[in-house]
């Protein structure tokens, strides 16, 4: 069982950062991969970006070179670190986490970009 907890979610104006932070109960090591997704009004959960054990990176293509994901095992957390945000970044983001080949899901934290 692994529990997550999201937090620094917000309202922040076009052009604006804001950064993720997602708290695993567990050692992050021992995830098989852990990532970030995200669900706006009337569309489906997409993946963002994840981090494989290895430390591999994957984004999607409307947040490369914008969004970056990291980890920090000691404090058993991921972030995102988000630039340049745009107002179709507005969405429920969710942090998951692959553990023994089940899926993991924080509770969730709005990000709403708009002026």
């Known amino acids: 069982q692994v529990q997550l907890v999201e937090s620094g979610g917000g309202l922040v104006q076009p052009g604006g950062s804001l950064r993720l932070s997602c708290t695993a109960s567990i050692d992050t090591r021992s995830i098989y991969s852990m990532g970030w997704y995200r669900q706006a009004p009337g569309k489906q959960r997409e993946l963002v970006a994840d981090i494989s054990k290895s430390g591999f990176t994957n984004y999607i293509d409307g947040v490369k070179g914008r969004f970056i994901i990291s980890r920090d095992h000691v404090k058993q957390m991921i972030f995102l670190q988000m630039n340049n945000l745009k107002p179709e970044d507005t969405a429920v983001y969710y942090c998951?986490?692959?553990?023994?080949?089940?899926?993991?899901w924080g509770q969730g934290t709005q990000v709403t970009v708009s002026s």
């Open positions: 998951n986490a692959n553990y023994y080949f089940k899926d993991y």
